[in-house]
């Protein structure tokens, strides 16, 4: 089959990261009707555009499972090479996610297990394109990418899915997850100090839980409160829930009480704690 890339221009539509979740699990309970696989998706949010990555034998295939799965067709649609879109945007799938998946046959493949979750959040993506322009503004990216990556790498975390801006990852270890974010502020700190014309301003958040996963996503309320979390995160910040603190007790990580946040989407305040990364002295 084909790969094709479709590009949705969403910007002023109110449409948010849980709304695209929702949406890409509309397609995954149709696509095999029409033999389409929608693989991943990468949703920019702060400039209103959304990529979905997707295998189908005709362009029509692909527009089918949209239209009958929620309605949203996309603005533009092209056929792509694998290597091209793996360049410029990191691996498309999870070698071990893709094992399950193929095992599993044409059915999602849906797993519930303790997770961290970790988001990240380049500050001023749009207005870094405008004064750099894209190819400026994607060589920067890259280098955000290798930073974040680094860091989940040697921490153990798996990335879940390139955002445009920022990556969502996963750990099985929560003192992992919040070494890696602690490790990827201070790589970022200390690139910014080389390259103080054009700093990488990013924010962290995390969350715990138990997400479903369907092929190599993840999704459920643990996922949403990380994303909110990183939201209210101020840039060079890392911001993680309640019970990220209390799993790391005896972890002597210098967490410092920020109260408690109303966060959009959740009935009750969540208490929030920041991570103080700084080396002291």
């Known amino acids: 089959m084909a ?15 849980e709304d695209v979740a929702a949406a890409h699990m509309k397609d995954e309970e149709v696509q095999e009707k029409y033999g389409v696989k929608y693989l991943t998706y990468w949703f920019n949010e702060a400039v209103g555009k959304l990529f979905c990555l997707v295998e189908a034998p005709s ?4 527009v089918r499972v949209h239209r009958e799965a929620h309605g ?4 533009e649609i092209i056929e792509v090479e694998a290597r091209v ?12 996610a893709a094992a399950e998946s193929s095992a599993a046959g044409s059915q999602p493949t849906e797993d519930t297990a303790f997770r961290t979750i970790l988001f990240t959040d380049m500050e001023g993506s749009t207005a870094t394109t405008q004064r750099l322009g894209d190819a400026g503004a ?8 290798a930073i974040i990556r680094d860091a989940l790498k040697v921490y153990g975390g798996r990335e879940v899915k390139h955002m445009g801006d920022g990556i969502m990852a996963c750990f099985a270890s929560v003192s992992g997850a919040v070494e890696s974010a602690i490790a990827t502020q201070r790589a970022f700190a200390a690139y ?14 995390l969350s715990a839980g138990e ?10 309320a643990a996922v949403q409160l990380a994303a909110r979390i990183c939201r209210n995160a101020d840039p060079g910040r890392i911001l993680v829930s309640n019970v990220i603190r209390e799993l790391c007790i005896g972890k002597l990580f210098p967490f410092e009480d ?11 305040p969540v208490r929030l704690y920041e991570v103080r990364w700084r080396e002291e002295g």
């Open 258 to 268: 920020r109260g408690e946040t109303a966060l959009r989407g959740f009935e009750d």
């Open 211 to 220: 997400p479903v996963q369907q092929h190599r996503d993840l999704f459920g």
């Open 72 to 75: 949203l067709i996309a603005d």
């Open 138 to 145: 994607m060589e920067l990216l890259r280098a955000h990418d």
């Open 192 to 205: 910014n100090e080389e390259n103080a014309d054009v700093p990488i301003r990013v924010r962290i958040g």
């Open 85 to 96: 879109v793996e360049g410029f945007l990191g691996k498309i799938e999870d070698a071990p």
């Open 59 to 62: 362009v029509n295939a692909a």
């Open 3 to 17: 790969l094709y890339m479709d590009l949705h221009k969403i910007e002023g539509q109110g449409v948010t990261a």
